[in-house]
């Protein structure tokens, strides 16, 4: 189940014929899933297993959620928003069943600018087949065989922050019901989502609509995740013509291999040589094939080697990646949110204080170990800028660049 958003891909495989299914599983094995954000069609509630930037938490655990003392931005001391959600489920071991990988952010650009370290946080959560909260999964196709009945498990939900979803053990002094992580959220429920005005008083159905939209809009915009895999279909001649290009414009290259440009993150670790500017090249004749895209996922299968995300810039590579706190097992890259979701989350990204990221890489156990009782196990993020350098492409690598888009016309 590596390497796999939750997702349709297996419906659109069985649709393929024999000789093209196996093209795609054996691209499949190599290719990241590619995520892109789309407005949901229906509400991304927990029972539907969402992969989703934005919103609410959709909590895998009902029972057991985060604080907001958890969750805490260490540069401004407020709690930070749901930034992403992935549910990527996996075979073993078997408690990741149903697995889910969150990533928090603080809101504030200036707190990501002066130390970003302080300002991400990455939890891992996962449940079993059997688990008391969803009934399994009917694998069989024989609808009749297999209905049998599920009783969830009865318990007293844990009451969440009606502005971001995080546990609310706050509420409102004067009505006492409106609940709340934190007084930074109580404070802007009153003063700019209407709770002054609305605080103990029928609210109409009109109203509640507004008041959901004004507090919706105190935390990241949610847009559902969606994914497919890299150069699949069609696309896949673009990629080929591509590196057909890149090869015909470096003739100096050693590699007469057409993967070389495909997988850039290996090849470029070998070459020593290798200067900032081509690494930002790379990245950005990658990322041009699927422009829309907001997420690479590559989560390795347990006896892979290691893969290697698409760096940005060759500077400012973490120089090592601290092992899981649980199992003291090395943690491994999963996946990457690239720059252009920031277009996606309803922030202004263009003032100088704004948030910014040339991509954000989330690491996590390899092992996937299990989280024995606890709920959530605290992941690693790394974050890179696309640095001055790398803007400011070379001679060559302009003129490279300027000579495929001049093609694409
Ligand atoms: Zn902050
Ligand atoms: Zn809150
Ligand atoms: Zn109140
Ligand atoms: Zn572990």
């Given at each position: 189940?590596?390497?796999?958003?939750?997702?349709?891909?297996?419906?659109?495989?069985?649709?393929?014929?024999?000789?093209?299914?196996?093209?795609?599983?054996?691209?499949d094995k190599y290719a990241p899933q590619l995520g892109y954000a789309e407005d949901p069609e229906t509400p991304l509630?927990?029972?539907?297993?969402?992969?989703?930037?934005?919103?609410?938490?959709?909590?895998?655990?009902?029972?057991?959620?985060?604080?907001?003392?958890?969750?805490?931005?260490?540069?401004?001391?407020?709690?930070?928003?749901?930034?992403?959600?992935?549910?990527?489920?996996?075979?073993?071991?078997?408690?990741?069943?149903?697995?889910?990988?969150?990533?928090?952010?603080?809101?504030?650009?200036?707190?990501?600018?002066?130390?970003?370290?302080?300002?991400?946080?990455?939890?891992?959560?996962?449940?079993?087949?059997?688990?008391?909260?969803?009934?399994?999964?009917?694998?069989?196709?024989?609808?009749?065989?297999?209905?049998?009945?599920?009783?969830?498990?009865?318990?007293?939900?844990?009451?969440?922050?009606?502005?971001?979803?995080?546990?609310?053990?706050?509420?409102?002094?004067?009505?006492?019901?409106?609940?709340?992580?934190?007084?930074?959220?109580?404070?802007?429920?009153?003063?700019?989502?209407?709770?002054?005005?609305?605080?103990?008083?029928?609210?109409?159905?009109?109203?509640?609509?507004?008041?959901?939209?004004?507090?919706?809009?105190?935390?990241?915009?949610?847009?559902?995740?969606?994914?497919?895999?890299?150069?699949?279909?069609?696309?896949?001649?673009?990629?080929?013509?591509?590196?057909?290009?890149?090869?015909?414009?470096?003739?100096?290259?050693?590699?007469?291999?057409?993967?070389?440009?495909?997988?850039?993150?290996?090849?470029?670790?070998?070459?020593?040589?290798?200067?900032?500017?081509?690494?930002?090249?790379?990245?950005?004749?990658?990322?041009?094939?699927?422009?829309?895209?907001?997420?690479?996922?590559?989560?390795?299968?347990?006896?892979?080697?290691?893969?290697?995300?698409?760096?940005?810039?060759?500077?400012?590579?973490?120089?090592?990646?601290?092992?899981?706190?649980?199992?003291?097992g090395p943690r491994t890259f999963e996946f990457q949110i690239l720059s252009t979701l920031l277009n996606y989350l309803?922030?202004?990204?263009?003032?100088?204080?704004?948030?910014?990221?040339?991509?954000?890489?989330?690491?996590?156990?390899?092992?996937?170990?299990?989280?024995?009782?606890?709920?959530?196990?605290?992941?690693?993020?790394?974050?890179?800028?696309?640095?001055?350098?790398?803007?400011?492409?070379?001679?060559?690598?302009?003129?490279?660049?300027?000579?495929?888009?001049?093609?694409?016309?």
């Amino acid at each position: 189940m590596s390497n796999k958003l939750g997702n349709d891909t297996d419906s659109d495989v069985s649709e393929l014929d024999p000789k093209e299914l196996s093209q795609a599983l054996s691209f499949d094995k190599y290719a990241p899933q590619l995520g892109y954000a789309e407005d949901p069609e229906t509400p991304l509630t927990a029972e539907t297993f969402p992969s989703k930037s934005g919103g609410k938490p959709a909590w895998l655990n009902p029972e057991t959620i985060l604080a907001a003392e958890q969750v805490t931005c260490e540069n401004c001391e407020q709690p930070m928003s749901l930034l992403l959600q992935l549910y990527t489920p996996e075979d073993q071991p078997a408690e990741a069943f149903h697995r889910a990988v969150y990533v928090f952010c603080c809101k504030k650009g200036g707190c990501v600018k002066q130390d970003w370290t302080r300002s991400f946080k990455v939890f891992r959560s996962q449940l079993p087949r059997e688990n008391p909260y969803y009934p399994p999964p009917n694998e069989s196709d024989d609808e009749e065989e297999e209905e049998e009945e599920f009783t969830p498990k009865s318990f007293k939900a844990p009451v969440q922050c009606v502005i971001c979803g995080l546990g609310g053990a706050k509420a409102c002094g004067k009505c006492g019901k409106t609940a709340y992580c934190s007084r930074e959220h109580q404070m802007a429920d009153w003063n700019m989502c209407r709770h002054k005005e609305f605080c103990n008083k029928h609210i109409s159905e009109q109203d509640q609509e507004v008041i959901d939209k004004l507090r919706a809009a105190r935390i990241f915009t949610e847009k559902e995740i969606v994914s497919e895999p890299e150069g699949k279909g069609e696309d896949l001649e673009e990629e080929e013509s591509q590196a057909e290009f890149f090869k015909e414009n470096n003739p100096d290259e050693p590699s007469s291999d057409s993967k070389a440009l495909v997988l850039a993150g290996d090849e470029a670790e070998e070459d020593t040589k290798v200067d900032v500017d081509d690494v930002f090249l790379q990245f950005q004749l990658r990322i041009q094939l699927y422009p829309d895209q907001v997420i690479r996922y590559d989560r390795v299968e347990y006896d892979m080697p290691t893969r290697e995300p698409l760096w940005v810039q060759q500077n400012y590579k973490p120089a090592s990646i601290p092992a899981c706190e649980l199992c003291n097992g090395p943690r491994t890259f999963e996946f990457q949110i690239l720059s252009t979701l920031l277009n996606y989350l309803g922030v202004n990204h263009i003032a100088a204080d704004s948030l910014d990221w040339g991509s954000l890489f989330v690491y996590t156990c390899k092992q996937n170990c299990t989280l024995g009782k606890e709920v959530f196990a605290e992941e690693v993020l790394w974050k890179q800028d696309f640095s001055a350098d790398g803007m400011q492409l070379g001679p060559k690598e302009a003129a490279m660049l300027r000579r495929k888009n001049a093609a694409k016309q």
